[in-house]
């Protein structure tokens, strides 16, 4: 399985993250049509070669016209969905620019709907985001992992004003994820845009055996004496079993909470990022009769998602395990179904057979749309990606 582990030890940005990308062997041209395949007219990408620390980098910087000052969530989903990135690319990608856009909203107090993305939300950090995700997905990339991130010290001047390193917004995103402060002097070296690259792409920290196949250097635009402002990636195989991973499981037990604030808990958490959530009945403490919930989450989220599972729920304290989860190889396809498309997640058995199954939501609108039965649709929607599979 080919992996990627971002080396952030110094520091880590959108732009560093496609500079590096460029430097493994990401296509020049493909990058340059990145703001058009976006829908972002009159923007132009320059990449250079530049040096940091005497290490031969990528450079790549954004020419852009007159913006509006700042963008709101729902503008940016628009663009992202008008793109002709796929499917998974354009998940990943709202994924980051919610978490940005929630974290922004409780770091000044207010909602995730007037929230007025500034540095986050402008178009360099739109192609920073989506060109990331997809150009790992261009290299093949299965999994990503990432080095403790460098944050840097002093202080930077953004939209809201002077803040001490690193800006509250960073610091948010890399919550649940290794961190080291300094070196002294340096200034910011983790910005926001390349904090939430890690926290929606990284497994954590990279496996405990590898086989590198190429590294990669994106600059950063500071060019310190003495220091290499430069991002690695390194490409490599992965030695472990590649579909083994260690998560969180967090679990709690609850008899004071009605049933429908139970399920809503359970609901925030699904929609907050966990894996599996998952409602157990139980018999607690003088035979009364209670509910056991049971979150499975990346080692990444477990910090946030145990503070939501605190405040959702009645309960006054969340136990935390680590699990290995083997989880079978999949990838999400499409079929289309007299004009409705239908996803699929196939997943590969482990003597290499494969099943597919189409997504319930896709399933439910298409039979309702047509008239039909779920399960005529949804056999319908298996036969088809079958064909599209032989030819």
Known sequence: MKIAIVDAAHGIAGDMMLGALLDLGLDREWLMALPSALGLDGVTVRVSDVKRGEIACKKVDFDIPPQPHGRHLKHIAAIVAASAAPATVQATAMDAFTQLTDVEATIHGTTREKVHLHEVGAVDAILDIVGSIWGLQKLGVEAVYNTAVTLGDGFVDAAHGRMAVPAPATLRLLEGIAVRPGPEG??????????????????????????PLKSGYGAGTKDPKGRANALRIILAEAEQAPNVETLALLACDIDDLGGEFVA?????LRTAGALDVTLVQTIMKKGRPGVRVE??????????LESLLL???????VRRTLVSRRALPRRTREATVDGHVIRLKEVTLPDGTTRMKPEWDDVQQAA???GRSAADIADRARRAAARTEDA
């Open 264 to 268: 809503g808990a359970a609901d925030a």
């Open 311 to 317: 405040t959702e729920s009645s309960s006054i304290g």
């Open 295 to 304: 979150v499975l989450c990346a080692l990444n989220d477990a910090d946030r």
């Open 186 to 211: 340096t200034g910011e070296l983790a910005t926001p845009t390349g904090a939430v690259l890690v926290r929606v792409l990284s497994k954590g920290a990279p496996p405990a055996a590898y086989t």
């Open 368 to 370: 309702s749309a047509l």
